[in-house]
Structures are given as C-alpha cells and as structure tokens.
C-alpha cells in the first residue's frame, strides 16, 4: 500500500463506513461504451431498461450524449437525438448527465460557426445536459472560448480535456511530455474549468506515466482531475489504479457487458479492488451485477452481431507498436477492405508517422485521426513516385488553412502549399481563431430548410448534418418512408437468427419451401466458392430493399431497374439507368461514400482535373476531379445518395 490509499478491515455490506477520500466514477456505457464495441447503435429503448437501477449506484455522472451519438442516431437509428436526452432523464432522477463536446466541431466533424454552437449548447442544457466534456482535437483550447462561455451562461459543469497523444513509446519527447500537459492544465483552469479530463482516447497512457501525470496535474492545478483511459492496449486498469494512488479525483468505467476490447475498465472490478481502503467507491456491487444481468440477457443480445469478433485477442497490440487509437485503425483496415486494397494496410502504418508529422504532429482523435488517416490511405493508394499528395481531402485543406486551430508542430509548408492551390477561402492560413472566419450558419440553415425543421433542435439537426439530417426529417414527418436498415431488431429476431445459424453449423440449413414462387426481375446469380468447389446460386431478395444498395442494384441490372422505383427511397431511377448506358468517360467513385453534392450540373464543362463531385467517406469530403475534359452528359445520383465503390458517378462526352 502507498502512503494516499490506507485500508480498514474488509467490509462486504453496502452500508460499509464511508472512505475517507472515495474515488468518484462516470459511467460511459451509455455513450463511449456502446460507441466503441457496437459502433454507436445503442438504443433508447435498450437504455431505459436499465436506466432507474444506475441511478441507484452512486455514479458522479452518467456519460449520456455526445460525440458519435448524435450522428449516428439521426443517420442509423431513426432516432431523435434531443429525444433521447430528454427521454433518459425521465429515468435518471438523480444522476448527473455528462456529454462529450468537440468544442466548436460540437457533435460533428468540422467547426460551426458560433451562432450554431452557442444555440447548441443552450438547446443540450435545456434538454438536460448538466457536465460538458469539452474537448478540441488539436488542444487547442480558443476553439473552447464560445461553446465555455455558453456552458457558463447555463449555469452548467465545464469539464476541460487535453487529448493525451505521444510520439514517443512513452510519455515524453519534443511535443507531448509532462510540461505540455502542465501547460495545457493551468490553461484550463484560467478558462474556468470546473474539473479537468485526461481523455487518453487511444489507451495510450501507461501506469507509471500516469502516476507522474496525476502527481504533477494534482500540484500544479486546484480543479479534480479525471481519467479517462481506453482499455485497447489492455493498460487502462493499471493505469486507473496508478493514476488513484496518486490522488485522480474522478474515473472513467464501463457496466462489464459495455467494457473492456476499445471500451474503458469495468466497474465491478474497481469496486472489489478498492473495499475498504482509503478510496473505497462504497458502490453496492449486488446492485452492479442486477444490472448486468439485465444487459447480459435482455439487451446486448441485440447488439452482439456488432462486436468485432474478426480476432480473439481483447487487446490491440499495435497501439503498443503505433502509439494510434485502435478505432483509427480499425477505421483503416474497413477502408482499406471496402476499396479491396487490405494488402496496403502496412504500407499505411509505415507512411502514417509521416503524414501525421507533415500535417504538424497532431493528436490522433476525432477528428484529426480521421484526418490523417484517411490521407494517409488516400496517398498510399493514389501517389504516385513523382507526385505525394494527388488526392488530398476537404479536411486536410480545411486543416492547413488553419480552420481547425493551431497545430502542435508547423505544417509542412510544401504540403500546405499544394493543399491550398486553389483553397476558396484564400491561399493563405490564417492565425486566428478559426471561428472567426466562419459566417452565422443558422439563418441561411433556417432558410434551406424550411418548414421542415418544427422548432430548434431539428434546425439545429439540419445544421450539423445538412444531408442526413434533412433525410431523418423527412423520416420523422413523415415525408419519406425510412428504410428497414434503420428499425430495431427484437429480442425474437435475434433468437429465429441464432437458431439459423446453429442449424447452418449443424449441416441443416437447406430448408425447402413449399411450392417455387416465380423468379423476380431481382434475381442475382453468384458462384459461391466453398473449399476449391464451386456452386451456381441464384438470390432473389424478398421484401422491400434497403435505399442503400438500390443504387448498386440499379447499376448492376440495367435491363431490369424498374423495381428499384418500389425502394422506401426512391433512387432516380431513370438517370441511374441513363448513366449506365450513355456513351463517355466515367467518373467512377474510388470508394463506397455518400452524396454530398455535385458542384457541376448537366451541359456544364469540365477540364480535366477540376473538381466535380463531393463524397463523403469515412466522414471525410473528397472532391472528386474529372478524369478528362468535356460536358457533363449525366449525374448518376443525387445529394444524400449512399454509392459503392465503382459506381457511375457521372457521364463526361
Ligand atoms: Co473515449
């Protein structure tokens, strides 16, 4: 035992004598957990279940909102974010709400211009949110000047983060060593923070490293320090025990089904492990493992397909080796395996400390990691040997003129150069900060979208998300039918599932129908290559199609397009089948993403290389060029489309 965690005898009851100095605990299920195993799915409805009996434990706060919810909800889920804030604190009658803020990005991916964040977080107070995580990408803590001032003008909890991020296999260097994050403590104290997070996204943070860091933040700063710290690389408990022998005031954990793999520690552990020490939680453990049993067999049934089962390790070693969050590069690995290029993923882990120091050494988080990781995809695939940076994304651009903030290190000024060739805002960065630059969006938002936002939250929706949001206000009106890949899947389905798969196990799976229905126009026929076999399949999707793949099938089966019109969506048909067969140059799209916008119309000329079509994946705008000169003969799709890898962007003659 050290000298700050004293033990008295063990005492099992829940009513045990208080500790002198009880380490408090934010439960993240509800958002970090479900966000890092089940890629954000979770669903109201499967919190409520719950909801009362974590009220009951004692948690500082309940982590409930923010950072990849609020898009995927809208854009996944068919479900109303500001909704689901209100609908949880009918249940949490006690418990703080806490919400993970990107600063002046807010929820999404890029910064707002401050009449949007300020209405932002008015809306999330109003709506309950009590603690705002507030983080920035780069550290750079003017992006906190709006959205700070606003928390502090609804009276709420302003937690200020510094994203944990090294060079180094550990804490230390030229960039991130104990002084930078001392620096970064005492900035966030002066800007009023009410408690101060170590937000380790990468599970980055070793023990010891964390035991010097909690020491130098405790003597350096009066505000509680809180740890937050990725399980990935399989250190985060250790570290949580360090960082509370050092005195950390406040942990991050998990209910055991939402921990562990790229979640946070689970609680149940932290509770046996402190009992009756100078920093018991006094948490009741019965009432932890009511809980669980409830998400064990209720709830996360429904989410289980969504684990990355793909290795049998809970650890992700190359963190250790690439000092990189494992989400950016399980990001990589889906991106790489969408444009059928897995066999560059080495090449990209040896070309990404470069990219990453040419675009001035910035943490790797949400979403700076995307940034750079992205990039570095995209220079792997499309460089070539004269010519680094062929295709670089909006985010890079937006990144070198300085609309993100202040990076660690300079940018390379050859990259920078060649990024802003052209830039629509100047090729010259600018200094200040960034929000400064930006227009008010909510007015001209307001104005595009109409009657369809009923009041400010779907405004607010709209503005953050201008092609999916409008697409989940169609839904939630009513105008547009959503697709069955956004509705729940019951407890039941789950069940028919698992016994299919048991029985396809089993040998068992051919089960005849009575009587042959008729072959549709959507019949596909694949070869399924089973052990050096080869067996003629034909497929023939029964019930109404998911809009997502409408468009491939549309192009895949020209001939027989008409029952796409039947989509819940209906995709434009007639174009799609016109792109298929007018003669010219296509602009095929390099990777599966969606629609944001055309930036020609039909008729328009084009030269070569110019910019034609915006698609966004994995959430980053690329502007796609021309691939020669000429007239655009037809668009193939429309803003919000979702297109595969190949698709028929437009025709150039
Ligand atoms: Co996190």
């Not at 974010?81 to 703080?96: I, M, Q, S």
């Not at 942990?251 to 562990?260: G, Q």
């Not at 069940?495 to 029985?503: E, I, N, P, Q, S």
């Amino acid at each position: 035992m050290t000298d700050s965690v004293t033990m008295t005898p063990m005492n099992y009851s829940a009513d045990r004598p208080r500790a002198a100095n009880p380490v408090k605990v934010q439960d993240l299920s509800l958002r970090d957990g479900h966000q890092s195993l089940f890629a954000t799915r979770g669903r109201t409805e499967d919190m409520i279940p719950v909801a009362e009996m974590m009220d009951e434990i004692g948690f500082w706060a309940v982590e409930t909102w923010g950072g990849a919810t609020f898009d995927t909800m809208h854009r996944f889920l068919n479900e109303d974010p500001w909704e689901r804030l209100r609908a949880l604190k009918r249940h949490f009658k006690k418990t703080p709400f806490s919400m993970l803020l990107r600063a002046q990005n807010l929820v999404g991916y890029r910064n707002y211009a401050d009449d949007v964040a300020r209405a932002f977080v008015d809306r999330a107070a109003e709506n309950g949110m009590d603690i705002f995580r507030t983080f920035d990408a780069l550290n750079d803590y003017r992006n906190f000047e709006t959205v700070v001032d606003q928390i502090k003008k609804n009276g709420k909890h302003f937690q200020g983060c510094m994203c944990y991020s090294m060079t180094e296999p550990r804490m230390g260097g030229e960039v991130y060593n104990l002084d930078y994050y001392v620096g970064k403590a005492k900035e966030l104290e002066a800007m009023g923070a009410d408690s101060i997070c170590v937000k380790d996204m990468a599970g980055l943070i070793a023990p010891y490293d964390a035991y010097n860091l909690v020491t130098a933040l405790k003597a350096a700063v009066g505000a509680p320090i809180h740890l937050h710290s990725h399980f990935t690389s399989g250190m985060a408990q250790m570290s949580q025990l360090k960082a509370i022998e050092a005195g950390v005031d406040i942990v991050d954990t998990c209910m055991t089904p939402y921990a562990f793999r790229t979640s946070h520690p689970a609680i149940e552990p932290l509770v046996m492990t402190l009992l009756g020490t100078s920093r018991d939680t006094g948490f009741d453990i019965r009432k932890l493992a009511a809980i669980n049993e409830v998400l064990e067999k209720q709830i996360l049934p429904k989410y289980k397909h969504l684990l990355d089962d793909s290795k049998i390790s809970v650890i992700d070693i190359n963190v250790l080796l690439h000092q990189t969050p494992g989400g950016m590069l399980s990001n990589l690995v889906n991106q790489l395996r969408e444009m059928d290029a897995l066999d560059k993923i080495d090449e990209v882990y040896r070309q990404l400390p470069r990219v990453r120091r040419e675009l001035g050494q910035v943490p790797l988080v949400t979403p700076t990691s995307q940034i750079v990781g992205v990039q570095t995809v995209n220079n792997v695939l499309y460089d070539t040997p004269d010519e680094r940076y062929r295709m670089i994304t909006a985010q890079v651009k937006d990144l070198c003129y300085g609309l993100y903030g202040k990076t660690a290190t300079p940018i390379d000024p050859d990259v920078r150069k060649k990024a802003l060739k052209g830039y629509p805002r100047g090729e010259e960065p600018i200094a200040c900060r960034p929000a400064e630059v930006l227009e008010p969006e909510l007015e001209k938002a307001k104005k595009d979208v109409g009657d369809l936002a009923a009041d400010m939250d779907d405004l607010l929706t709209y503005a953050l998300f201008p092609v999916t949001g409008r697409k989940f206000l169609e839904w939630k009106y009513g105008l547009a039918e959503a697709p069955a890949s956004v509705k729940p899947i019951t407890l039941e389905q789950v069940k028919k599932t698992d016994a299919l798969v048991k029985k396809a196990k089993a040998g068992e799976l051919v089960e005849k129908k009575t009587g042959t229905p008729a072959k549709s126009g959507r019949l596909r026929a694949f070869n399924v290559f089973i052990d050096g076999e080869c067996f003629a399949v034909e497929v023939d999707p029964t019930g109404e199609i998911p809009a997502a793949v409408a468009p491939l099938a549309a192009l895949s089966a020209a001939p027989q397009a008409a029952p796409i019109a039947a989509a819940p969506i209906a995709a434009p048909a007639p174009a799609l089948a016109a792109a298929a067969t007018v003669a010219g140059t296509k602009l095929a799209a390099p990777m599966p993403g969606l629609v944001i916008r055309y930036l020609k119309n039909v008729g328009d000329k084009v030269a070569k290389g110019e910019a034609v079509v915006v698609l966004e994946a994995m959430k980053m705008e690329n502007a796609l060029p021309a691939p020669c000169d000429g007239e655009i003969k037809t668009i193939g799709f429309k803003s919000g489309d979702t297109v595969a890898k190949g698709a028929a962007l437009c025709v150039i003659g």
